[in-house]
């Protein structure tokens, strides 16, 4: 039995990191840091994950009424926070206003290009408000 495990232990040892080919590069070069890092993207996916099979096992029990109709919607909230996820990993491109576990904290949001108008003024929302150049 030792010598079994001891198989299975050099295994482990001698197996590769995993390479994440269906990953965007521009999700894998991130810091583990950040907090779009691929490491907390992965574990908000497993969370949300469990919560889904909690949710759905709890729906299935309790009786029809306002508190099934609660989950019901936790669950397709969060059926579609994964899939958001899922699109992440993939494109690298964010397409939710919130982030973490729970979609706790909302995003951020940086202008990368400004728009002109007819006389070459920047067009902007609030236009009476303090703006710093960038």
Avoid at 12 to 41: F, M, Q
């Amino acid at each position: 039995m030792l010598d079994k495990v001891d198989k299975m232990a050099k295994a482990r040892a001698a197996k590769k990191p995993a390479e994440y080919k269906n990953v965007h590069p521009a999700v894998k070069e991130l810091p583990e840091d950040n907090y779009l890092s691929l490491k907390n993207v992965k574990e908000w996916e497993k969370h949300n994950k469990d919560r889904v099979k909690e949710l759905k096992y709890q729906i299935r029990r309790i009786e029809k009424g306002r508190a099934q109709n609660v989950m019901i919607r936790e669950m397709r909230d969060r059926e579609g926070y994964i899939t958001y996820l899922k699109t992440y990993l993939d494109t690298s491109v964010w397409l939710n206003l919130f982030y973490g576990p729970d979609q706790e904290n909302s995003m951020r949001w940086k202008t990368i290009s400004y728009a002109y108008d007819a006389e070459g003024y920047r067009k902007m929302d609030k236009p009476l408000d303090f703006y710093v150049d960038d």
